[in-house]
């Protein structure tokens, strides 16, 4: 017995020896002298390194960093002006435009904190989340602000100003007046709401504003205010400091080993993810380009852009990557000029990505771990070294993770075995913004410091690579999205012909890196008589008006009985296993 304690103790000690550190590409170091900075001190050297350098392309249309320099100060003024300071909460409400990234600054350099609001989010969810973050001002889409923004006016009092705008609104007047004219675009009505003021964005950035504040803003200041599932179904706030977002920021430049303008970058994801708004973030501090991508389902269009600007970065989630694969245009682009693609989100199949290397190039894809909670990104591939396709890479510089069991999250799981990721690091949020119960089951104690409790189960092997083998048993991935089964549980059970439900996730077998959310539903004695496809059709109306497009169940299985576990709680796995 004595011998296998010792082999235990002699096994759980590789996370501290960090056997990673010898896969690193020559160029990182294995811990970081941070800056002691604010991204708003990032931001300004960017954009006085070259002030006419292209900061963004958009549909055609190019803004400079000197377009962003006056546009963001516009808006950080007229901030300022309606007091919006130090530490209060501007919501962004947008798809990928260049009004998100404009916004986006403003709100920083006036001392304020950002927090991204879907656009897909009903009206219900927006409510909860401006409530949730205490929201002062809000930047929204017109047909946003007509068909939710209205609804919920009078249940979102902490919000004061509103500034509407359209998805065209950066593009030339005959492009405005034809995408409007044949729909391409969506379009809505701008009207008062009585105690909110409501002005179009535009008119922010076309006139003079009072000068932008001289605020000082600390690093352990609050940056941005990211809203990531819970289980309990409500989204909770993760509190991201400057320091967290300069440190995850720097790390990763580091990593790709990035030169202050170096060349352009593509993502498809939406900045209201968190791996997509840190892309954002990034571009604009190591001053690239960026090709903005309002709508990633049109793969002509990303086809298009990649062909046209050859970027040197690419990040997308897998779904992506294979829907551009099915695109014969995308197998015709000259990638020779592309360093590096990056995949998150979700796994990446070794199929996929000997595919997608068969196009793009050997050696170029890398995989990444990262959740919300840590600004985002955790471990990461080698840029050069040795990738393991399968794996999602390694610690980054200054980041130790270790696996402890499962159970009681305090023991360390030996080497080769699964355990739950915990992660101590610089990019390692705060807590969650009004939720102390949440933030000490989150951040815990683990050998005298505080660890951040992931939720995602894994193996290391014995280089230190890292391999994710479960998400937390409730989540389901849905194109790179997180949907956490509970939330959409509560929804289906306040349908009154739902006497039980349970939700899980299958593949999507049109997307076998995706899966789509299944509602396996037991009816009420009363409902049970009705016809099947006449309940199916209200249920799915039902969580529509409710729930996030991508939230919604798309396969609904009505069975007699769910089938429950010994002590009476619904069996998932067999649910699973028979889906």
């Known amino acids: 017995m004595e011998f296998l304690h010792a082999e235990r103790r002699c096994a759980v000690s590789a996370y501290d020896a960090k056997p990673w550190l010898k896969s690193y590409d020559p160029w990182v170091t294995p811990e970081m002298t941070l800056p002691d900075e604010t991204y708003v001190d990032l931001l300004e050297k960017a954009i006085a390194h070259d002030p006419d350098r292209a900061v963004f392309h958009f549909l055609g249309t190019t803004s400079t960093y000197r377009d962003l320099d006056r546009f963001s100060g516009r808006v950080a003024g007229y901030l300022a002006a309606r007091g919006c300071g130090r530490g209060d909460v501007v919501g962004i409400n947008l798809p990928n435009t260049p009004q998100y990234l404009i916004a986006l600054a403003g709100i920083l350099r006036a001392g304020c904190v950002a927090s991204g609001v879907s656009p897909l989010l009903t009206p219900r969810e927006m409510a909860h989340q401006i409530n949730d973050s205490g929201l002062k001002a809000l930047v929204t889409l017109d047909a946003i602000f007509e068909q939710r923004v209205q609804k919920i006016r009078n249940e979102i009092p902490s919000v004061k100003h509103c500034l509407v705008t359209n998805v065209t ?326 349908h009154p012909a739902v006497q039980f439900c349970a939700v899980v996730g299958m593949t999507d077998p049109k997307r076998p890196d995706s899966q789509v959310v299944k509602a396996v539903i037991q009816l009420t004695g009363e409902a049970a008589g009705n016809d099947a496809e006449a309940v199916r059709k209200d249920l799915l109306d039902h969580c529509r008006e409710n729930l996030t497009p991508y939230k919604v169940p798309k396969v609904i299985e009505i069975m007699a009985a769910i089938p429950l576990t010994a002590v009476g709680k619904v069996d998932k796995k067999a649910l699973r296993v028979k889906g």
């Open 169 to 494: 609104d950066f593009l030339p007047a005959y492009k405005r007046v034809l995408a409007k004219a044949l729909k391409k675009v969506p379009v809505g009505r701008m009207a008062p709401i009585a105690g909110k003021e409501v002005l179009p964005f535009m008119d922010v950035l076309r006139k003079d504003q009072p000068p932008r504040p001289g605020i000082k803003i600390d690093p352990g200041d609050p940056c941005l205010i990211q809203y990531t599932g819970g289980t309990t179904g409500l989204p909770k706030g993760a509190v991201l400091t400057h320091r967290n977002m300069v440190a995850n920021i720097t790390q990763a430049v580091a990593w790709f080993n990035l030169k202050m303008g170096g060349g352009v970058a593509c993502s498809g994801f939406p900045f209201f993810h968190q791996a997509g708004l840190y892309f954002g973030l990034i571009t604009m501090s190591a001053a690239y380009t960026q090709c903005l991508i309002p709508d990633p389902r049109n793969t002509d269009h990303v086809c298009a852009e990649i062909a046209k600007y050859r970027p040197a970065i690419l990040l997308h989630v897998p779904s992506l990557y294979q829907m551009l694969m099915d695109n014969p245009a995308f197998a015709k682009i000259d990638f020779s000029r592309c360093e590096v693609c990056i995949s998150g989100a979700a796994p990446l199949s070794k199929e996929a990505i000997t595919a997608l290397e068969a196009i793009v190039g050997r050696g170029k894809v890398v995989e990444i771990l990262g959740m919300t909670e840590a600004s985002p990104v955790i471990t990461m591939n080698p840029l050069r070294g040795r990738k393991k396709v399968g794996s999602v890479g390694i610690p980054l510089q200054s980041t130790r993770l270790k696996l402890v069991d499962v159970e009681t999250g305090t023991l360390e799981v030996p080497v080769g075995e699964v355990g739950e990721i915990i992660v101590h690091g610089p990019q390692v949020m705060k807590g969650y913004h009004n939720k102390p119960e949440d933030t000490a089951k989150t951040l815990r104690p683990f050998q005298n410091e505080t660890w951040l409790y992931t939720g995602d189960v894994a193996r290391m092997d014995e280089d230190g690579y890292f391999y994710i083998a479960d998400r937390t048993k409730d989540m389901i991935i849905v194109g790179g999205f997180k949907v956490f089964s509970r939330e959409v549980e509560e929804v289906l059970s306040q």
